[in-house]
């Protein structure tokens, strides 16, 4: 690749930078001690999440890997079990934090587009029995990252959510990009948080922030969850020049999210159009589009990655699961446009010449 030749990083929505007037929401923001509880505009964050999701409190963690690992400490007891979809980011990407944090054993299930069937979860809850384990909490993800960012169906998640309250389960919803389904679902948040006990959000993913991610509950869930982000060492002090960036996120970057939906349908339908029998190019629900095909080498999505890089491309090889292509933000009409052609360019050289 030429030193000169211009990136379009489409690796993941993560990869956004603060533009102008978040940087000086940043900056004018009034601090204190958030640890103390007197940050005003940690305080202001944590008031519009409860208030947007519709719950009693909410409460700002730096990352959400840390904001689902509260999630499973504030419901479950060491040697609880936990239900989750086996694609799900919190039983694939964090570490086994369930197990070495808290003591939590897991159950993954095989689901359909981030989705388990509910006889599923139903015949995976423990008998009331003196040598099991306790079934606690059942996680799921919304959207499904790994199924495609594929949006889960309002009925299913309250069909969920009533199998949890018939059994005495706590629901948990990882919802790092709960805003990307609403806006393809045109379902509001705060109905999708109404039926889980808690949700995780992130800022920094579609929404545009440098970091950080929020938790929204009950009272006295989030005043537990306060206690566990201490102890995991996430609290931070002077943490109002991130939930300034937070604020204006949620005031500003949410109705945009639509142009990363369109975007990524633009370039589906771009690559169906090539026509490449091998090839099998997802149908977005939100701001992904995955590439897949047949082949014996477990190296070539990595390859292909590789070859995007070198001509201005950047994206993510997932082993065994395909290509993913996410944008954000900061990928303008121009470079979505170039993205396709690089990648039309290369998909014909590796397909069809």
Not at 104 to 133: C, F, N, T, W, Y
Not at 186 to 200: L, S
Not at 256 to 285: F, M, T
Request: aromatic share 6%; with cysteine; hydrophobic share 40%.
């Amino acid at each position: 690749m030429d030193s000169n030749t211009e990136i379009t990083d489409l690796r993941s929505d993560t990869v956004t930078r603060p533009d102008a007037p978040m940087l000086e929401a940043m900056c004018s923001a009034p601090l204190g001690d958030d640890v103390f509880g007197d940050d005003p505009t940690v305080i202001e964050l944590e008031a519009l999440a409860a208030e947007l999701f519709g719950k009693e409190a909410a409460v700002f963690v730096p990352s959400g890997t840390m904001g689902n690992s509260i999630a499973v400490g504030v419901h479950c007891d060491p040697g609880d079990e936990v239900i989750f979809e086996a694609l799900c980011h919190t039983y694939n990407f964090e570490c086994g934090g369930a197990a070495r944090l808290w003591g939590v054993q897991a159950v993954s299930i095989a689901g359909d587009r981030g989705q388990i069937p509910l006889e599923k979860i139903s015949a995976s809850i423990r008998a009331d029995d003196v040598h099991m384990p306790r079934t606690r909490l059942v996680i799921l993800e919304q959207t499904s990252n790994i199924a495609g960012g594929c949006i889960l169906p309002f009925d299913y998640i309250e069909s969920v959510s009533s199998l949890c309250q018939e059994k005495g389960l706590a629901f948990h919803i990882d919802g790092a990009r709960i805003f990307n389904a609403s806006a393809g679902s045109g379902i509001e948040v705060a109905r999708y948080a109404a039926c889980a006990d808690t949700v995780m959000f992130c800022l920094s993913k579609g929404l545009g922030t440098p970091a950080g991610s929020v938790l929204v509950g009950s009272a006295e869930t989030v005043a537990e969850a306060r206690r566990l982000r201490k102890l995991l060492g996430g609290g931070l002090r002077q943490a109002g020049v991130l939930a300034a960036c937070g604020i204006y996120a949620l005031n500003h970057n949410v109705e945009r999210l639509g142009d990363d939906h369109r975007r990524a349908a633009e370039l589906a339908a771009r690559l169906e159009e090539l026509d490449i029998e091998e090839l099998q190019v997802s149908s977005p629900d939100t701001n992904m589009v995955f590439l897949t095909w047949e082949g014996e080498d477990s190296g070539r999505y990595a390859d292909f990655s590789q070859a995007l890089r070198a001509d201005g491309l950047m994206v993510v090889a997932i082993p065994n699961r395909g290509i993913r292509i996410v944008f954000h933000k900061d990928v303008s009409e121009e470079s979505a446009q170039q993205a396709g052609e690089i990648l039309t360019r290369h998909l014909r050289g590796l397909f069809l010449e």
